[in-house]
């Protein structure tokens, strides 16, 4: 598998604060990746500095094996990075025309990419007058103007109506079902997990996991408990080595595993002891309990 | 350099306001300097031929014409200003450097379009001066009516100069407005360099002069100095006082030369260092 980008002990000192810290990571081709992390993690300031508009404090990040320089390296990438960005006097298609002779491409993509997007009856209005939707979406267009070998997103979807945001979701789909590798920067964790096969996550400039979404948390899963008896359950299950956190809310008994553990077993090893559940639930973690229970782990405050 | 330069000129041209001062400071005063060369009567009153009083003649003709036509620089400063103010306003200048511009190329395409609009101006200034010369003048000697083009040069080299500086401003400042207030704020900074040095060496004129000749602005006026008084002495040459030194010296063009290069290279300094 080739490498696209690796990024190898990055950080980023603005005066006393750490944005990034020694983060190190490698794109591969044909993988649709996804950053994660809180605002304010690093996760833009990262992108800016592969791309070449934020200088790194030190670190190393090389593009495809590092043999051509970085804005070299650029014209193969697409990148999209918060709002779009075009010169509101000019068109569409002479916005797209300018990002041609800058990308050394034909000018004969741009009414191609305006159709993918849908843009291609606005093609003459000035850019001032679209609408935020339409705006990202010339983004994309103006981002896949090279064919790209990657596509940068970040946080594509921010500030669109539900509308947009579908519009936008279901772009990224097509174009990552075509076999174009996506590197995706978000907060939002469905738009993650509906997309994403390898994920990075970040927390105040540190990396917490990067790897597959699905082995995001070497987990074994939890129990969801009900019974009459709810303080006894929770003092057994705290004495119980195979736990290693339990909480209760309103009745509801969340024990996470520290090993694993059937459902029936667990069940049986109740019924012996004593208490009798009324309700046995056994459950993974979604991507959003993962990424909680990731980003809360490192936590000082931790119980 | 071709690519360079056709992208910075989409952008100015495709901008109205952009065009219309771009016209404004380079066909205007070509017009102005036309319309002067011809007779203007005054309601019947009186009639005025500038050209009767010789000041179309070669050579002083090359130095009334680029010292009256660099005026118009200012329209095209603002120009530069803005070029450079509106890629922060747009944050187009992150977006350029995303698609694959590099710093250094993104600094080059504004300079080739000043070294652009530079050229195009002295070009034409110097086909306007050479017909209007040759209608008023009796001379044809070739090597008489050559004579005085070091202002032509002198008049390219302002400009370069002048729009280097407004480069460097609008990159430092990030605001048109506040690039041109600091334009001058530049010009009075100067006069009071001036009078530091006068206080502090003993009231010479002399050498306070000699500091000053080395500021941007000064250096830049210095090129072409005014033709008034060169054309009042040509009628009354009796008056010595009058006599001054406006010929283009080769130390002048050096020394704007170095402030341009020294302008394009602490802008591109400026880029690389700034996070965006």
């Known amino acids: 598998m080739s490498e696209i980008l690796s990024i190898d002990n990055l950080t980023k000192k603005y005066g006393y604060l750490t944005a990034v810290s020694n983060l190190s990571f490698t794109i591969n081709k044909g993988n649709v990746y996804g950053i994660l992390g809180p605002n304010g993690s690093g996760k833009s300031t990262t992108l800016g500095i592969v791309l070449n508009v934020v200088n790194r404090t030190s670190g190393e ?96 979807t921010n500030g669109l109506d539900p509308q947009g945001i579908h519009q936008i979701r279901t772009l990224i789909k097509q174009i990552a079902s075509e076999g174009t590798t996506i590197l995706l920067a978000s907060h939002l964790l469905d738009e993650v997990e509906k997309v994403c096969s390898h994920v990075v996550v970040l927390r105040k400039g540190e990396k917490l996991y990067s790897g597959r979404v699905d082995e995001m948390v070497s987990s074994f899963g939890f129990f969801e408990l009900r019974t009459e008896k709810t303080s006894e ?46 309700h046995l639930v056994k459950r993974k973690p979604s991507l959003e309990e993962q990424f909680l229970q990731l980003t809360d782990s490192t936590n000082p405050t931790k119980n | 350099m071709k690519r360079l330069l056709n992208i910075e000129l989409q952008k100015l041209l495709l901008n109205k306001t952009s065009k219309v001062l771009i016209i404004i400071s380079f066909i205007l005063p070509f017009f102005v300097i036309l319309l002067s060369s011809f007779k203007i009567n005054f309601f019947g009153l009186f009639t005025i031929e500038l050209g009767e009083y010789g000041i179309f003649n070669f050579p002083l003709i090359w130095h009334i014409t680029t010292f009256f036509a660099a005026f118009f620089k200012i329209f095209f400063a603002v ?39 530079s050229l195009i101006s002295t070009v034409l200034i110097f086909f306007i001066t050479i017909s209007i010369g040759l209608y008023y003048s009796s001379i044809d000697e ?45 010009y009075i900074l100067e006069w009071f360099i001036y009078w530091g040095v006068y206080e502090a060496f003993d009231n010479s004129t002399e050498k306070a002069e000699m500091v000053k000749n080395f500021l941007p602005l000064e250096s830049m006026y210095n090129l072409i100095n005014q033709p008034i008084q060169r054309a009042i002495m040509m009628y009354s040459p009796e008056k010595v006082d009058f006599a001054y030194d406006y010929a283009v010296h080769w130390y002048e063009i050096l020394i704007v030369l170095a402030w341009t290069g020294i302008f394009i290279f602490l802008s591109y300094r400026l880029l690389k260092n700034r996070d965006l």
């Open chain 1, 233 to 278: 359950l929770v003092k057994l299950l705290q004495a119980d080595a195979a736990f290693n956190k339990v909480t209760e809310l309103d009745g509801l008994v969340t024990a996470f595993l520290e090993q694993p553990m059937d459902a029936s077993d667990f069940n049986k090893m109740m019924y012996e002891k004593g208490i009798v559940l009324s």
């Open chain 2, 79 to 117: 120009v530069v200003v803005s070029m450079v103010s509106n890629e922060y306003s747009y944050k187009t200048l992150k977006q350029n450097l995303i698609d694959g511009l590099s710093k250094k190329e993104f600094i080059l395409s504004k300079f080739y379009t000043i070294v652009f609009f």
């Open chain 1, 61 to 156: 990040f090389k593009w495809f094996d590092g043999t051509v320089s970085t804005h070299e390296a650029l014209k193969k990438v697409g990148a999209i990075i918060e709002r779009p960005n075009f010169y509101p006097y000019m068109s569409a298609y002479d916005n797209l025309k300018l990002v041609c002779k800058i990308k050394g491409v034909s000018y004969e993509k741009i009414d191609e990419k305006l159709e993918i997007v849908g843009l291609i009856e606005r093609k003459n209005s000035p850019f001032r007058t679209f609408s935020l939707g339409m705006k990202q979406r010339l983004a994309i267009a103006s981002a896949l103007l090279n064919d790209p070998e990657i596509l940068i997103l970040d946080e594509p």
């Open chain 2, 142 to 186: 070739f090597s008489i009516i050559i004579k005085g083009t070091e202002f032509i040069l002198a008049y390219f080299v302002k400009l370069l100069g002048f729009f280097s500086f407004c480069l460097f401003l609008g990159m430092l400042l990030r605001k048109s407005a506040f690039a041109l207030a600091f334009l001058f704020i530049e």
